[in-house]
């Protein structure tokens, strides 16, 4: 039997803030790899993984600390 549980969040103002930042950031860069890997395929017919993709992402963050990196539970 599966079970599903709904929780209402109620963040203050400037947790609201920081949630709408978090998803738009993640939306970029979502929306930036995909097209990297369209792009990838149209021009040079290579398949970009999520391993390549995702060893990428962790140089992006250290050039960029206070981009990406700031939603990174290690940082």
């Not at 790899?33 to 391993?51: D, Q, S």
Request: proline share 3%.
């Amino acid at each position: 039997m599966r079970r599903s549980f709904k929780f209402l969040l109620r963040p203050t103002g400037k947790q609201a803030a920081a949630l709408t930042q978090c998803l738009e950031d993640h939306r970029e860069l979502y929306n930036a790899a995909l097209e990297h890997r369209r792009t990838a395929y149209r021009k040079a017919g290579v398949t970009i993984g999520y391993g390549e993709q995702s060893a990428e992402l962790k140089e992006i963050r250290k050039a960029d600390p206070d981009g990406q990196g700031r939603w990174s539970a290690g940082s």
